[in-house]
């Protein structure tokens, strides 16, 4: 594909003004948008990656942190290995606490030339799908991880949004969404995963904002590409709210949209942990008046 018709490509799914999945959204009682109030919460990567169940719901109910993403191989272990005793231990543990499991942070990601890696990775999805069924959570994470240069970038964008929207009927069938995290290199610049949701077309799946630089395709704002992704936003990971990056714009931008959700605190692990995460829920609350 030369530059020039990349660059094409591009500016027609950026001028699209009512993606196609518009029609189909799912606006149930836990919509992403309408209500407002959105809440903190964190992922264990990287800040509680060595955390087991019990110490991130005590550190979390500790300092106001109201929900968590599990990222798969950390000390947690809630991964798709559990029985159904521990399955429903985990499920217990949480909804005897003030911390919601909210979701699970998988790597499951579909842009590689190999069909059977993509296959494998569908099928690791499911896996993660059946136990966010059973543990009462509302998403699972998958992420694209860069744009192999050796294939045209339409065919890639297409494959990814195959897959998703196979891993959307998956999730359909199990109660639980796909998230799609803005994630990897060129594949988190926005009209690119903007493309990912307009051919995946699924109400199923969504995106998951991830508060990189690239949000702010080359300007100093990220109004941009929050309208542009806006239709598909389920989630949100934020990272260090003492950074250069936008972040009164982004609070000021999700709370004019009404987001009801949760923003989730991916930040690097401290040996002083719950007095971090104090003081980061006290920047947090300031940036949401």
Sequence with gaps: MSLQSRRRFLQTIAAASVPPILSRRSEGAESAFGGGQFRLGTVTYNLAKDWD????????????????????????????????????????RFADSKVRLLSLGSVCEFHSPDQDVVRKNIDECRTFLELARDLGCLGVKVRPNGIPKQVPEEKTIAQIGAALNECGRIGADMGAEIWVEVHGQDSAHPPRCAGMMQACNHPSVGLCWNSNPTDLMGGKSVKPAFDLLKPWIRNCHINELWSEYPWRELFTLFKEAGYSRYMLAEIPETTDPLRLMKYYRGLWRELCR
């Design 53 to 92: 169940v019990p110490t991130i719901i005590k550190n979390c109910e500790a300092t106001g942190f109201e929900a968590v993403e599990l990222r798969t191989t950390h000390k947690h272990g809630v991964e798709p290995s559990l029985g159904a005793p521990q399955r429903a231990e985990v499920k217990k």
